[in-house]
């Protein structure tokens, strides 16, 4: 069981960098992107709950409403990654994700009222430092890496939130709501702007490519990565999510060429940065068994 666990693991996560991939081979710009994968994963979860597991998905109002703002979050996210890959290119935006890890240091100790780490900010300065010398050297990329930064400030900002919200209802309609929830805002920032027509004037092949990537590279991942935490740890999962750039950055260089070609020190800088999530996620499971030995 547990080496079909890892094998699973490893897949979704795959699939996770994938998605990055198939942003970029779908010709859409990034509103219309986000628009439809919400709108088409809210539908598969959607018959996934009701069909297949014919799960309530009764939730109180208070609630309700607090997974519709994460899902805004959520939103927000994937629509500044979208247009990181669309402006700059797959690489970029995926390295701006390790900086997730300094937001999510900064914010855990505000939102749940605890000591800050020490540890964990030190590793955040690192990341901040290597993301300033990619600034520095991939210039041209500027506003990709801006927009890659801001994403994974949102980013942290839903994981951060979603550690108050998970217990509530089952994680299935938490992920449901909180994609239906991004979905809506989404379509009431286009219904005010009047740009809700241009959005759906899409072509076959995209509105192909958006359904694969809406179920086999959203849906699917997130249910199975609920189900996988009955087999692994809390810690195996965040430190094997840690991989996605990898394999994100691997993939677009051989799929794209040399529009995905970056300089040695992007390559030097984006290694020390995820390394330095590594790092913080192994003190992490350490001291957690530190606490757990002390206790007994």
Not at 152 to 162: D, E, I, K, R
Not at 187 to 204: H, K, Q, R
């Amino acid at each position: 069981m547990f080496r079909s666990s890892q094998f699973r693991l490893h897949l979704i996560v795959f699939l996770w960098g994938f998605t990055a991939i198939l942003g970029k081979l779908i010709t859409v710009d990034a509103l219309q992107l986000v628009f439809f994968r919400m709108l088409f994963a809210a539908l598969f979860l959607y018959l996934f709950i009701r069909v297949v597991k014919k799960q309530s998905m009764k939730v109180s109002r208070k609630l309700f409403w607090q997974l519709i703002g994460v899902g805004g979050l959520m939103g927000g996210h994937w629509l500044c990654f979208f247009y990181s890959i669309k402006i700059s290119n797959v690489s970029i935006a995926l390295s701006c994700l390790a900086t997730v890890t300094l937001f999510v240091s900064i914010l855990e100790p505000i939102i749940y009222r605890r000591k800050l780490d020490w540890v964990e900010l030190l590793l955040g300065l690192i990341i901040v430092s290597c993301m300033l010398l990619i600034f520095n050297v991939e210039f041209e990329h500027k506003i990709g890496i801006i927009f890659g930064v801001i994403c994974a400030f949102l980013g942290a900002s839903f994981t951060v939130l979603n550690g108050k919200l998970f217990g509530k209802t089952s994680s299935e309609n938490i992920i449901f709501y909180e994609i239906f929830g991004g979905w809506i805002l989404v379509s009431l920032f286009l219904l005010g702007s009047g740009e809700i027509g241009y959005v759906v004037n899409i072509d076959w092949k995209n509105i192909l490519l958006l359904l694969l990537l809406a179920s086999f590279f959203t849906a699917y991942p997130m249910l199975e990565s609920v189900k996988l935490m009955k087999y692994i740890s809390p810690f195996t999962l965040a430190l094997t999510v840690n991989l996605e750039p990898v394999y994100g950055i691997i993939l677009a260089y051989f799929i794209f060429g040399k529009s995905e070609e970056m300089s040695p020190v992007f390559y030097g800088a984006s290694a020390v940065m995820i390394l330095a999530i590594i790092v913080n996620a192994v003190i992490k499971a350490r001291r957690r068994k530190a606490s757990e030995v002390a206790i007994h």
